[in-house]
């Protein structure tokens, strides 16, 4: 039987911020993944499922400076850990990774890569995403 991570007994789970990023839809074709935001967040809650962590955050953001409040907003040591599916993601998401491992490191908080493959997108995927982002306001809920 496999290891299960987690929080202690007595102790509650640890809190992830799931970090994905904002790119226009104008790159689908280019790069449907960091695009499409909704499979980032997933993956990441995925990562975090699968060690008993809880999401209680969200963020989807574009060259976000490292110090930024929204980042740091609530944030605990040894508490709460930042999860990217990818390097790649947190290179466009942050305006510089290094600085925010540097940051993160400096209070006491972990960061993460889920580092599992990324979905290939064919074009009825691609499809499904323009439409997701391109409707909202017009009642689509993305299914």
């Not at 990562?47 to 929204?70: I, K, M, N, Q, S």
Request: proline share 7%; aromatic share 6%.
């Amino acid at each position: 039987m496999g290891e299960v991570r987690g929080a202690p007994v007595g102790r509650p789970p640890l809190r992830v911020t799931a970090i994905a990023s904002l790119t226009p839809l104008e790159e689908l074709d280019d790069d449907p993944f960091l695009v499409d935001s909704r499979s980032q967040h997933a993956m990441c809650a995925r990562w975090a499922a699968e060690r008993g962590y809880v999401v209680t955050r969200e963020l989807l953001v574009h060259r976000l400076r490292p110090d930024h409040g929204v980042l740091w907003e609530g944030v605990r040591p040894g508490r709460d850990v930042f999860v990217a599916p990818s390097l790649r993601v947190l290179q466009s998401a942050l305006s510089s990774v290094d600085e925010f491992t540097a940051e993160c490191a400096r209070r006491g908080v972990r960061v993460e890569t889920v580092g599992r493959a990324e979905p290939a997108y064919d074009a009825q995927m691609k499809a499904h995403v323009h439409r997701r982002l391109s409707m909202p306001t017009a009642g689509y809920d993305g299914r």
